[in-house]
T-cell receptor, first 118, second 115 residues
Framework: EAEVAQSPRYKITEKSQAVAFWCDPI?????LYWYRQILGQGPELLVQ????????DSQLPKDRFSAERLKGVDSTLKIQPAELGDSAMYLC????????????????FGAGTRLSVL | DQQVKQNSPSLSVQEGRISILNCDYT??????FLWYKKYPAEGPTFLIS?????DKNEDGRFTVFLNKSAKHLSLHIVPSQPGDSAVYFC??????????????FGKGTKLSVIP
């Protein structure tokens, strides 16, 4: 069964350092999402890509976060510099190309990267 | 503004009995509601969904009910099994344009099924 791959699974860093997370979506999925999940909360959308284009990055703290999906396949999320409040699970999800408002269009999640900022 | 609310952080149910997980929403601009299940150290896994044009959707042991007048949906698991122990997230889908498929999640309810 196809899966969304994320690496690393765990990352420990000191504040003010740079970190990067990688995501490889399910093959053929045009839409890719990055979410952040703080302990005890639900996932919150950071950025959405359609192919290589950003659809929505309104919730991405652009002073320190950046995301790219250069060839419309895999994606990288970067934080520079990391702050203590960035400690969270970073989840990547993908879905097929959206066609029609009634399309089911399920998002499939990877296992996530657990970030701890010390 | 929390658009999707799961007011019960946790729920314990005896094996074989019914589990009922609840979710309330505040914004009616949506087309789908979804339930995801999450085990520790894993990503959320899609469980079941319901379109806004329906009031019930059933898949095996899982049934989701939608009450649009009350802005409330619930997930029923019958019979509950120990393997159902996980965190369950309610999510609504809505937005504009290409962002209309974005999901807004509740905080989750941790279900514990006791053998």
């Amino acid at each position: 069964e196809a899966e969304v791959a994320q690496s690393p699974r765990y990352k420990i860093t000191e504040k003010s350092q740079a970190v990067a997370f990688w995501c490889d979506p399910i093959s053929g999925h045009a839409t890719l999402y990055w979410y952040r999940q703080i302990l005890g909360q639900g996932p919150e959308l950071l950025v959405q890509f359609q192919d290589e284009s950003v659809v929505d990055d309104s919730q991405l703290p652009k002073d320190r976060f950046s995301a790219e999906r250069l060839k419309g396949v895999d994606s990288t999320l970067k934080i520079q510099p990391a702050e203590l409040g960035d400690s969270a699970m970073y989840l990547c999800a993908s879905s097929p190309r959206t066609v029609g408002v009634l399309a089911k269009n399920i998002q499939y999640f990877g296992a996530g990267t657990r970030l701890s900022v010390l | 503004d929390q658009q999707v609310k799961q007011n019960s952080p946790s729920l314990s149910v005896q094996e074989g009995r019914i589990s009922i997980l609840n979710c309330d929403y505040t914004n009616s601009m949506f087309d789908y509601f979804l339930w995801y299940k999450k085990y520790p150290a894993e990503g959320p896994t899609f469980l079941i969904s319901i379109s806004s044009i329906k009031d019930k959707n059933e898949d095996g042991r899982f049934t989701v009910f939608l009450n649009k007048s009350a802005k409330h949906l619930s997930l029923h698991i019958v019979p509950s099994q120990p393997g159902d122990s996980a965190v369950y997230f309610c999510a609504k889908r809505g937005g504009r344009g290409a962002g209309s498929y974005q999901l807004t999640f509740g905080k989750g309810t941790k279900l514990s099924v006791i053998p």
